[in-house]
């Protein structure tokens, strides 16, 4: 058995001395590093083994990190990370302190951009390759987006600024058969090579300047003589839509050829003005129950794997069957880790409540219409759709449109209903704005992963949406405590006549008996508890932990009140300034930054009325959640919520140093409690 490269390997020059055969061995020893990691750590496992090939290509072609490498999205980049010194730290993968799970500067020189979302490479590109023409460097640029990114709207709009200001950069398209239909047949490759040729583009430059030197048909001739060029281009393959857009098209290349790509990529880096490289890739290549179930397999979140032996013993296609049929377990629970051993059975998270509850809704609603933005089963609206395939849209990777669609099916008498995840939801705040609130129209955003999301680190934790909306005029915000109320609170927003955006993380429910879901009058919180000391005022799931801390406090002596606000717009202010009068300090609570976030509508409405009120006047109001000042790095949800002392035991932590800077001093003589509500027991 031959010994093994990766782990040799220093850097991505380190590429450049292997031999083809290597290079194969190499790709292999790759695919085995991720299948054997993600199948503890959970990871996007399709993406980056379709992406092996592609990456060792440029890496052996391009001098990272002088020359620059963009990926588009980047959970594809799992093949870069183990060639660019990060083999040894791999088995670390998406945990706290460890390695993430997208590109990150912070983490390796090669990692050009922090990146999450579809559709921002094709821009930070261009933005590098314009500042290399500024300066006249000489590094190259190049951008890996997939055919599903390439769709979105910023995309578009940098293919434009690209092709029309002819920017010297290679764009590769991987396209792994989601998206954009495949080329077939000898002489659409046959044009790809001509169009690679140095002979062809320096010909018909000259061709087109002699021509035109000719008096009086010179111009026509020159025309005509363009036109039938870019007929017999169109007709042979689907690149017309770049080379309109003035980016030289070629395609399609073989994504898992190391020669053809290395071949074609050299000679495109040579070609002058914008390339784009149509690459065809196999989603989860090489790894038989991720090639047949790509959905299942994109998402981060895994079922428990059995890692096959590596490839030069023997390969994963070949074992893949004798690991017996594997579970998959769909985006529905996007960032949550795989496991080696047997997990819990969790309770039904709250995407999943939710989209039973609209489907039940929508069974007696013809109204009802679910869309979102290319995220089908993260969303769990798949369910929706089996059912009423009529009333669902999903309009791809364009968030944007999806808000200012619903506006309209709403301006036509429907009842929208656009679930995003609350990260993704940040690229249509103008929709929401202009199109959803000064419209006034019954807009209901089911803002799917607020709060913490977990291992998929800074571009994606949803800490951002709560005090962004804040701020919008006629639009309702809600959160519940719990996977009931949820449903009830589904309810009362699908009964307004205005904007209306409901919270909710991607925790399991506690598992608490269903009830009959009601409206609940908007505006409308609920005491938990009654207490004399503190009030606790909790906005979202996190009630359920300051009820937890509430307990642990109780246990010293203090006589705490409990309030679920449910609204953090409108809030319930008579009923949290009635339960705030007299106490020695109020607390809120929120899984959101707290800059402009519900915390600080509470502080808001106790100074305006501590103005006139004696008995608010000396209350003091503290504001937890999560730091305004800095991103939330990657880690488990409760890692994470342990690091950032959201959990009970660091609410109560933060509660006790509150109090000790306050100066409360001693707790009253203990009081009996009344009964905690079902969320605490949960």
């Not at 009630?543 to 509430?550: G, H, L, S």
Request: net charge negative; glycine share 10%; hydrophobic share 40%.
């Amino acid at each position: 058995m031959t010994a093994p490269i990766l782990p040799s390997l220093q850097g991505p020059a380190d590429l450049r001395r292997l031999t083809e055969a290597e290079l194969e061995q190499l790709a292999a020893e790759v695919r085995d590093a991720i299948i054997a990691t993600v199948a503890t750590t959970g990871g996007h496992l399709g993406s980056s083994l379709g992406v092996v090939e592609l990456t060792i290509a440029l890496h052996r072609l391009l001098e990272s990190p002088r020359d620059r490498i963009v990926w588009d999205t980047g959970h594809q980049t799992y093949p870069h990370k183990l060639l660019t010194g990060r083999f040894g730290r791999f088995g670390t993968l998406r945990q706290l302190g460890g390695i993430g799970g997208f590109p990150r500067r912070s983490e390796s020189e090669h990692d050009v951009f922090d990146g999450g979302h579809a559709g921002t490479g094709l821009s930070i590109g261009q933005g590098l390759a314009t500042a290399r023409d500024l300066r006249h460097g000489k590094e190259q640029i190049a951008v890996v987006v997939g055919d599903a990114a390439v769709t979105s709207g910023l995309s578009l709009e940098a293919l434009n600024d690209i092709g029309q200001r002819k920017t010297q950069l290679l764009i590769v398209l991987n396209d792994n058969e989601m998206s954009i239909s495949p080329t077939v047949g000898g002489l659409s490759k046959y044009l790809s090579q001509i169009k690679l040729s140095g002979t062809w583009q320096s010909s018909k430059t000259a061709y087109d300047e002699l021509v035109g030197k000719i008096p009086a048909v010179g111009p026509t001739v020159r025309e005509l003589s363009q036109r039938l060029r870019a007929s017999v281009v169109t007709f042979a393959q689907p690149g017309r839509l770049f080379e309109d857009l003035g980016i030289t098209y070629i395609g399609l290349i073989p994504g898992h050829d190391l020669k053809a790509l290395l071949s074609t990529f050299q000679q495109a880096l040579s070609l002058k003005g914008p390339v784009i490289v149509h690459v065809r890739t196999q989603k989860g290549r090489g790894f038989r129950p991720a090639e047949t179930d790509q959905i299942g397999f994109h998402g981060a979140a895994l079922p428990p794997m059995a890692v096959p032996p590596p490839t030069n013993e023997k390969s994963h296609a070949d074992l893949a069957g004798a690991a017996g049929a594997m579970p998959t377990e769909s985006m529905a629970d996007d960032a949550a880790p795989a496991s080696a051993v047997v997990r819990q059975v969790k309770h039904p998270n709250y995407t999943a409540v939710f989209v039973r509850e609209l489907i039940a809704q929508a069974r007696t609603d013809p109204r009802i219409v679910a869309i979102t933005a290319g995220m089908p089963t993260g969303t769990g609206l798949s369910n929706f759709q089996a059912e009423f395939p009529d009333r669902f849209i999903d309009v791809g990777i364009a968030e944007q449109h999806s808000v200012a669609l619903a506006t309209g099916l709403a301006m036509g008498g429907m009842r929208p209903v656009v679930a995003l995840y609350s990260t993704f939801l940040q690229r249509a705040f103008d929709q929401t704005v202009h199109d959803v609130c000064q419209n006034d129209q019954p807009v209901l955003i089911a803002v799917d992963r607020a709060g913490l999301v977990g291992e998929d680190g800074t571009s994606h934790q949803g800490m951002f949406t709560l005090p962004a909306q804040r701020q919008l005029p006629n639009l309702v915000i809600a959160s519940p405590k719990d996977e009931q109320e949820l449903r009830s609170l589904l309810l009362t927003a699908l009964a307004q006549d205005r904007p209306f955006a409901l919270h909710y993380p991607r925790d399991p429910g506690f598992g608490l008996a269903a009830t009959e879901a009601a409206v609940i009058p908007v505006g409308r919180g609920e005491v938990i508890r009654t207490g004399t000391d503190l009030l606790f005022v909790g906005f979202g799931p996190i009630v359920a932990r300051a009820v937890e801390a509430a307990d642990l406090l109780t246990a010293e002596g203090w006589s705490i009140g409990v309030v679920n606000a449910r609204f953090a717009k409108p809030l319930d202010r008579d009923l949290i300034l009635g339960e705030a009068r007299g106490k020695r300090l109020v607390v809120t609570f929120e899984e959101s930054v707290v800059t402009g976030g519900f915390g600080v509508g509470v502080l808001e409405a106790i100074e305006e009325a501590r103005l006139a009120d004696h008995a608010l006047r000396e209350v003091p109001v503290r504001i937890i959640g999560i730091p305004g000042d800095a991103f939330v790095e990657h880690g488990s949800v409760a890692d994470l919520r342990r690091v950032l002392r959201l959990d009970g035991p660091g609410l109560a932590e933060q509660i006790r140093e509150t109090l000790d800077q306050i100066g409360a001093g001693a707790a009253t003589p203990s009081v009996d409690q009344p009964p905690v509500s079902p969320v605490a027991a949960g």
